[in-house]
């Protein structure tokens, strides 16, 4: 059983915040010009302070993407020294970057050192124990994109761990870590599940944004 | 390549065998050098049909397989040198030279080499090269970390191990072992050159290599099964010889009277053991009990005469420390005695119904009481009751015991039914035979029972789960009276039973041959016990008011000795 469309009708909805969910997502992901020109098309208005930081986090992300992981970290630290500091793992997740360039780039002894001096202190806390070892196992193939560990060289692993840094780095900022889209969107699953859960086969189902989008 | 351990004996063994070849490659008539062919590589081949050679009177020992193990066997019993001469003499190589060079390359940590020479070796399995190449070549490894060239190590891990394609986990646990992340000492310690030969041997085909200690398994196999075979075995493990077949003949069952004990005035109705076998007790019409002490050379005196009960005494019951005794009287009281000094501790009754039957739980605090009025109480030493049973539990005549986990209760509910009762669960299991049932024995590992049936027959139970029929012993005779059997022997593999005939009866555990029929007694014999702690030790309690004690023929008069003994090791509760 379905919800009928003609229910949200009786809710009414400001322009004004679909403006701000839409700038928010923007924002997030430092589409500059975007911002600037749905401001000026719609005249809402223009959040405070964010464009010098935007900038900074749009470079830091893009390296962080591409694998440039040492000036990643260097920019970041550049815009707030305990950004990494205190995000242990973070820092972990940027280093074992910069080593997954230096195995694919075969430069072995580099790799080996890297990680005896860098990502070794780590390993004594067990829960990056196994982290760890995962990436030392690529240093045991001469063709790390065969080995079973080859997930770890993969874009969506970067793309992971460039996320991390930037909500990381909004949170810094004291901006919104998610956008808001997102959080609607989780909001809207959280809360079907609940009803589906609590109301059995009578509820309504499970909230599928393909689905929602396609109605 | 140093670290190589203490097998000097092992490298001297080893050249000495490969010169010894070389010797005989040159003398004989074989046209093949050595070191050339692959052939020399092969594993050796058995002998084809028409050349077959074989060693024995069956026919079904290869000589050449013969050979080698005894080789084998010399080498590890230390003589390196008769070792390598019978190969030379006999011209039957214990390893191939393939394989000897193969072991020295590894011995010498030539890992390479020995790589490649494992190739040479012809084995059938893929599989079981690479596994072989890895454990050499993780032994290259770890030499290497050792010798801190850590670079080379990852080398070797990069471009030999890895590209083997296995064991993927133990690759992951190698590389962190350069990165060198926790002291994962299990993994790095490096084993000796010598254990990996043994590590390779497992994993090679006992025809390419040898394995350990095969002669000593083939011949430890013959004595294993001889003594299995054996129908009357009844002594100890030490006395088997490789010079003849063991058999234990029917010497080692007790058969001879070595002592009659007159010490009660009337028909003695119950004997038994105590646990540690140094003690014996004995009930009678007498209304007594006594208490005999096995002495040193097997001998038993009179330590405490039990008197107080006003009716017959039927059972006697040890506490598992045999410290206490418990006596029953009939359709009287239960007393408890201490057998060190002989004196009544507590007397037990119930205002109503007079006990029947008792018996010990396994933990020593509680005992079981069986009553007149058919239900059992069991009761805390004091006398305190903790619980009881109504309903027909038990009759007016039956033995009541509990098996050694303290879970289920024993005891005859019917006429010709046994009840397994479960204190906990209350499950309730039951033996239904097709005659009345006079008594019963659990033996000592609580899994069976013996019962004893009117019409002269016993019945061998298995009682874990469901009950089931696994054995029956005939000949004895029974006709007026209650007769008891029980377990004996080393492992108890035999049944010892009273009769009315006056005679004791003795059968094979597992065939249910009848063994012996010892006469001896001049009245019917009621109950039997053998001796835990000595398996050449029977008791027997008869109506002409003796008991007897049984033991190893006298006429083997050194043996008895001998035996006398090991009897006064067995007595002192020696293990």
């Known amino acids: ?215 | 390549m140093g670290g190589v351990e203490d097998e000097e004996p092992a490298l001297k063994r080893m050249k000495l065998s490969s010169k010894g070849l070389v010797g005989l490659s040159n003398g004989s008539s074989s046209k093949e050098p050595v070191g050339g062919l692959s052939s020399d590589f092969m594993a050796r081949p058995l002998p084809s049909k028409g050349d077959e050679q074989v060693v024995g009177s069956k026919g079904v020992i290869k000589k050449e397989e013969f050979v080698r193990i005894i080789a084998k066997a010399l080498y590890s019993l230390g003589y390196g040198k008769s070792g390598a001469h019978l190969e030379e003499e006999s011209g039957i190589p214990l390893h191939s030279p393939g394989v000897n060079l193969f072991m020295q390359q590894i011995l010498d940590g030539n890992w390479d080499d020995s790589v490649a020479t494992l190739h040479k070796i012809s084995l059938a399995d893929e599989s079981m090269v690479k596994s072989a190449s890895f454990l050499i070549l993780e032994q290259k490894f770890f030499e290497l970390l050792n010798g801190e060239k850590v670079m080379e190590a990852l080398k070797t891990l990069r471009t030999e191990i890895a590209p083997l394609c296995i064991n993927s986990s133990r690759i992951r646990e190698l590389s962190s072992c350069i990165v060198s992340l926790s002291p994962r000492l299990d993994i790095v310690r490096v084993r000796s050159r010598s254990k990996l030969i043994e590590e390779l041997q497992k994993l090679l085909p006992p025809t390419v290599m040898i394995p350990e200690k095969r002669l000593e398994h083939l011949v430890e196999q013959a004595l294993i099964l001889q003594r299995e075979a054996c129908p009357f075995h009844n002594s100890l493990d030490k006395e088997m010889s490789l010079y003849s077949d063991h058999h234990c003949g029917k010497d080692q069952i007790p058969s001879s009277t070595l002592q009659i004990l007159e010490a009660h005035d009337d028909e003695v109705w119950f004997v038994q053991f105590s646990h540690n076998g140094k003690y014996l007790a004995s009930a009678s019409n007498d209304r007594t009990a006594i208490i005999w002490e096995v002495g040193i050379n097997g001998g038993l005196t009179v330590k405490h005469r039990l008197t107080g009960h006003q009716k017959p005494v039927s059972s006697v019951s040890w506490s598992p420390n045999d410290k206490e005794l418990l006596t029953c009287g009939v359709e009287e009281t239960i007393r408890r005695w201490d057998v060190s000094t002989g004196k009544c501790i507590q007397i037990y009754e119930k205002a109503g119904a007079s006990l029947v039957s008792s018996t010990w739980f396994p933990c020593g605090k509680y005992i079981l009481c069986g009553f007149s009025d058919k239900s059992i109480c069991m009761w805390e030493l004091d006398g305190k009751e903790v619980e009881s049973w109504k309903g027909q539990k038990t009759l007016k005549i039956s033995d009541l015991e509990i098996t050694e986990n303290g879970e289920k209760i024993v005891s005859i509910c019917k006429a010709n039914v046994v009840l397994l009762f479960n204190r906990e669960t209350k499950d309730e299991r039951f033996i239904e035979e097709h005659q009345t049932i006079t008594s019963f024995s659990l033996s000592k590992d609580s899994k069976f029972l013996l019962v004893n049936l009117l019409n002269q027959e016993i019945h061998l139970w298995n009682i874990e789960g469901d009950p089931k029929l696994v054995g029956k012993y005939k000949g004895h005779k029974r006709s007026r009276y209650i007769i008891r059997s029980c377990f004996g022997g080393l492992k108890q593999t035999f049944i010892a039973s009273g009769s009315e005939d006056s005679q004791v009866y003795i059968w094979h555990r597992s065939s249910g041959e009848l063994i012996e029929a010892l006469p001896g007694h001049s009245g019917s014999v009621n109950c039997v016990s053998w001796n835990p702690a000595n398996p050449h030790m029977l008791a027997s309690a008869s109506d002409d008011r003796t008991i007897r004690i049984w033991g190893l023929n006298c006429l083997h008069n050194e043996y008895q000795n001998v035996h006398s003994n090991g009897v006064h090791r067995y007595c002192n509760g020696g293990t």
Do not use: W
């Not at chain 1, 993407?65 to 973070?90: F, P, R, S, V, Y």
């Open chain 1, 1 to 215: 059983m379905d919800l009928d469309p003609r229910q949200y009708e009786n809710v009414a909805i400001n322009d004004n915040d679909i403006h701000s969910i839409v700038l928010s997502y923007l924002i997030h992901n430092c589409y500059k010009e975007s911002v600037e020109s749905f401001i000026t098309s719609t005249g809402a208005k223009q959040p405070a302070d964010y464009l010098e930081d935007m900038d900074k986090r749009k470079r830091i992300f893009h390296f962080a993407l591409e694998g440039n992981a040492l000036k990643a970290i260097e920019l970041t630290e550049q815009l707030a020294k305990d950004i990494l500091e205190n995000n242990k793992d973070l820092q972990f997740d940027l280093l074992s970057l910069h080593f997954v360039e230096l195995v694919c780039s075969r430069k072995c002894t580099e790799a080996l050192e890297f990680a005896q001096t860098k990502l070794g202190p780590f390993g004594k806390e067990p829960k990056y124990m196994e982290k760890l070892e995962d990436f030392m196992a690529l240093l045991a193939y001469k063709e790390p994109e065969k080995s079973p560990m080859f997930h770890l060289l993969s874009l969506e692993y970067r793309q992971q761990v460039a996320d991390s840094l930037n909500r990381a780095i909004l949170a810094h900022l004291n901006l919104p870590r998610y956008t808001a889209m997102e959080r609607l969107i989780q909001q809207a699953t959280v809360v079907r599940q609940c009803l589906s859960q609590e109301a059995g086969k009578d509820g309504p189902p499970p909230f599928s944004l393909k689905d929602f989008l396609k109605s």
